[in-house]
T-cell receptor, first 116, second 113 residues
């Protein structure tokens, strides 16, 4: 199974600022995913990040608001730009392990963001 | 569009009880189904993955079943313990894909000592 770390684990930010969240995996993976979990809600996929190409965003999410980088096969960043209180959520990255043929997904510990 | 529903939304049981969590999905053309556990304010821990060709999967006190034709899965927890208290989420890839996951809203389980 993949081991995923995220930084920061939590942050409190002022509206109008930006925060970059880092995701590091202990093995090389093709696809990395960024999810958002708003308070009391389930997870919603923001975008899929492949190394060497532009991220693919889900409906309702745009690159200007959530720019993503994927410089190599073990690392990705998600930036939450021009934040508002509505961006207060847990942000999680995940990877898909295809080596076993099971396509099991593993998640990082999450970044808890509060925007004041 | 794939939709996932979990019932009940919350469950409170005394320690030692056996319990069943339910998950239903609208599109049966799934590649697999995963059950996750989430502790408050934390990330997700993968509990069990059932491939579409399987009927059930077991890990310790956990047993997950899958009835793809009826669009249902159950997670059975035997001899529940206070440490099992968490939110349990099921997730499936939409439209037969193996990548993006569609999540249910979860069942919040509380096991009382």
């Amino acid at each position: 199974s993949a081991v995923i770390s995220q930084k920061p684990s939590r942050d409190i930010c002022q509206r109008g600022t930006s925060l970059t969240i880092q995701c590091q995996v202990d093995s090389q993976v093709t696809m990395m995913f960024w999810y958002r979990q708003q308070p009391g809600q389930s997870l919603t996929l923001i975008a899929t990040a492949n190394q060497g190409s532009e991220a693919t965003y889900e409906s309702g999410f745009v690159i200007d608001k959530f720019p993503i980088s994927r410089p190599n096969l073990t690392f990705s960043t998600l930036t939450v730009s021009n934040m508002s209180p509505e961006d207060s959520s847990i942000y999680l990255c995940s990877v898909e392990d295809v080596t076993s043929g099971l396509y099991e997904q593993y998640f990082g510990p999450g970044t808890r963001l509060t925007v004041t | 569009k794939q939709e996932v529903t979990q019932i009940p939304a919350a469950l409170s049981v005394p320690e030692g009880e056996n319990l069943v969590l339910n998950c239903s999905f609208t599109d049966s053309a799934i590649y697999n189904l995963q059950w996750f556990r989430q502790d408050p304010g934390k990330g997700l821990t993968s509990l069990l993955l059932i491939q579409s060709s399987q009927r059930e999967q077991t890990s310790g006190r956990l047993n997950a079943s899958l009835d793809k034709s009826s669009g249902r899965s159950t997670l059975y927890i035997a001899a529940s313990q206070p440490g099992d208290s968490a939110t349990y989420l099921c997730a499936v890839p939409p439209q037969g894909g193996s990548e993006k996951l569609v999540f249910g809203k979860g069942t919040k389980l509380t096991v009382n000592p």
